[in-house]
């Protein structure tokens, strides 16, 4: 081994001269396939934070790694472990732009002042462990095994793997990634075979991409920090994550979260989360299609104490396929939240009426359900009042239909029939329609229950039948009611008089064999609730007949 070192030793000089204490043990280390260490075993000299104040005995060029990585005979002498380097500063730029590395490199708690260069590039892993960097450029890097940015990983400026491949995970744990005034990581089209975890301590000032990304485990933001307030704080539109996406347990979102049209295999769980970008979108998942459940509701904080989820802006669906269920529970802020889940599939609905957001906070047009988790009998006039909160100054009909629906899977007629009365009432408070369209239907309702209460015309009719009789016996008391002919004919009957008249197409041989005088004053008045009589007999026995049918149903 120790000819190794030396013959490494030697070629390092042919190429940069006389060697540094720092150089040497470095050379040394990587042929022994050993890590550098240059720790002063003090914590508080060995904080990367202070590494602009480290000394030459600590002092790296970055032009030795990239040789070590880039040179045809030095790096024969790298092993399988890579070049490892411990609390070291590293000066100039790293470039290794379309560099070939098989082995990984790694960088611990390291203090690196320019930006590193890994554009292009192959690598069998990145480890920056606990380091601080002033940047790094990983466009199309593809990365054998895993990178890690994280255990105390600190970034100054832009981190940016565009287009990366990643063979094991991408983690970010305990990772700052600062970069204020821009993009604080870029990941867009990144494709990790592993998971990503950008939670546990992760703290970003500035927006972190992940547009169009792949990952073949999980995405794990839990106890991750995205602060990018009047911004975008995590944008993941067209994200495919095979398995599920974890924003919970003091999950905080300073700014947008945007998932738009992404693709889970698993769960989204923000159980807990704390998601703020009031007046704009908070979380916004519009046309996403996810194969689990989405959790909004009680999670934990850092403590592990039981927290409720914190929610303020917007909250869209809209067009989302929501296939396991959806979760709305322990919401705080109901004031603060606007809920859109127009025209959005979801498979069971799991919520309660403490977490009913105050109307016009909600959205529902369109949206569909497959059944309302602890749905039971009776349930009607709540589920209305919900519905009522999504529309209260204008009517589209599907909210109530869809939820009518599911009262009917469940059995629950009655319910049914009680929510598409309140469709109809909602039609004629809300409806841009005519004052004659409206009356219509008032009518509608108040004889036959809209179509879904027919037996109501049972009592308009047995009302007018008894106010015919007492009329009709009236007029045959006072003599203004008299028979047609002289003989023969029947006595007269007001009850069956009444009825003869108002059933239509039946004899009772009453109504032929007496009529009002219409000499009469008396008579006259009689005669004309006699015609009303009529009319009303057979309007009212034909809407009972239809609506007992179902012909007239709205």
């Known amino acids: 081994m120790t000819d190794r070192a030396d013959e490494l030793l030697k070629l390092a000089r042919q190429h940069f001269g006389k060697l540094t204490q720092a150089e040497t043990k470095l050379f040394n280390a990587v042929a022994k396939g050993e890590p550098a260490v240059y720790l002063a075993k003090d914590p508080t000299k060995d904080d990367p934070a202070l590494g602009d104040q480290w000394g030459k005995p600590r002092t790296l060029l970055a032009d030795r790694i990239e040789w070590l990585c880039t040179d045809r005979e030095a790096s024969q002498f790298v092993g399988h472990k890579g070049i490892q380097i411990i609390g070291a500063k590293i000066e100039g730029h790293l470039d290794l732009m379309f560099a070939r590395i098989a ?24 480890f920056f462990n606990g380091s601080h960097i002033a940047g790094l450029e990983a466009d199309s890097l593809s990365a054998e095994g895993s990178i890690n940015l994280g255990d105390g990983f600190r970034a100054e400026g832009a981190v940016r793997l565009l287009g990366a491949s990643i063979g094991g ?11 204020p005034k821009g993009e604080a990581l870029t990941a867009d089209r990144l494709k990790v075979y592993g998971s990503v975890n950008l939670g546990d301590g992760f703290h970003s000032k500035g927006e972190v991409r992940l547009l ?23 944008g993941a539109d067209s994200l495919k994550v095979e398995g599920s996406v974890n ?3 003091a999950f905080r979102a300073e700014g947008a979260v945007r998932l738009l049209g992404a693709s889970i295999g698993g769960n989204l769980d923000c159980s807990g989360g704390h998601f703020q970008n009031p007046g704009s979108n908070t979380l916004n998942l519009e046309i996403a299609e996810i194969a689990g459940h ?17 929610i303020s802006g917007r909250v869209s669906f809209i067009r989302a396929d929501l296939k396991g269920g959806f979760q709305w529970r322990d919401i705080t802020t109901p004031k603060d939240v606007i809920l859109d889940l127009e025209h959005s599939h979801i498979g069971v609905l799991f919520d309660e009426p403490g977490s009913w957001l105050p109307s016009g906070n909600l959205f529902l047009d369109g949206c569909t359900y497959d059944r309302i988790e602890g749905l039971q009998p009776g349930d009607s006039k709540p589920r209305i009042e919900w ?12 909210p109530y239909e869809q939820l009518a629906k599911v009262f009917r899977e469940n ?22 329609v005519s004052r004659w369209a409206k009356l219509r239907r008032r009518i509608f309702g108040l004889i036959l229950g809209y179509g879904y209460r027919p037996w109501k015309a049972v009592w308009w009719l047995l009302s007018f039948w008894g106010i015919g009789t007492g009329l009709f016996w009236l007029g045959r008391y006072v003599e ?36 009002p005088d219409s000499q009469n004053l008396w008579g006259i008045l009689i005669l004309i609730y006699f015609c009303v009589h009529i009319v009303l007999g057979w309007v009212l026995m034909t809407m009972f007949i239809f609506g007992l049918t179902g012909l007239l149903k709205r």
């Open 169 to 179: 995970n991408l983690d970010c744990s305990k990772g700052r990634f600062q970069n």
């Open 212 to 234: 169009k990304a792949s990952i073949g485990g999980s995405l794990n933001c839990s106890k991750g920090l995205f602060h990018n307030p009047k911004g975008v704080a995590l």
């Open 103 to 126: 082995f990984p490199i790694v960088l611990l708690s390291c203090r690196v002042l320019e930006p590193m260069n890994f554009i292009h590039s192959k690598v069998g892993g990145l």
């Open 387 to 398: 519905v009522k909160r999504s529309q209260p100054r204008h009517f589209t009909p599907q």
């Open 247 to 249: 924003l919970r347990d």
């Open 411 to 432: 059995g629950f007629e009655e319910d049914a029939r009680d929510v598409l009365i309140a469709k109809n009432k909602s039609y004629i408070k809300n409806a841009p």
């Open 480 to 515: 203004v009611i008299q028979p047609t002919r002289s003989v023969p004919y029947p006595d007269f009957i007001a009850p069956v008089y009444s009825l003869d008249l108002f059933i239509p197409l039946i004899n009772l041989h009453q109504a032929t064999y007496w009529l």
């Open 294 to 310: 989405v959790f909004l509701r009680e999670g934990l904080d850092n403590e592990g104490k039981m927290v409720k989820p914190f």
